[in-house]
């Protein structure tokens, strides 16, 4: 089992920033993938980005160029930063956990982040 815990989130006004942090803790893997999803409202959960222990990061092209995924392999910690934020960004913010072995998601509790217009 892996357990992960999210930071961060609140309310912005568009073109704001917020940082989200993760940590994850129990069996935890370097070679595992981390990454951060988010489920706007009456929409399904979508993949935000995701980042390998190596630093390789894949984003959705909806937030290329705005957010940044980083990971602290040591920590065991995932940190999203989000900038020049939209109402669109507007959504449930969840960590995420892919164990590669198993191919099994563990996800965090979800933390909100609200962009105001």
């Known amino acids: 089992q892996v357990q992960l815990v999210e930071s961060g989130g609140g309310l912005v006004q568009t073109g704001g920033s917020l940082r989200l942090s993760c940590a994850a803790s129990g069996d935890i893997y370097s070679n595992d993938i981390m990454g951060w999803y988010r489920q706007r409202s009456g929409k399904q959960r979508e993949m935000v980005a995701t980042i390998t222990s190596g630093g390789t990061a894949n984003y959705a092209d909806s937030v290329e160029g705005r957010f940044t995924i980083s990971r602290h392999n040591l920590k065991n910690t995932v940190d999203l930063e989000m900038n020049n934020l939209q109402p669109e960004d507007t959504a449930v913010y969840f960590c995420?956990?892919?164990?590669?072995?198993?191919?099994?998601?563990?996800w965090g509790q979800g933390t909100q982040v609200t962009v105001s217009s």
């Open positions: 995420s956990y892919r164990k590669r072995s198993t191919a099994t998601y563990f």
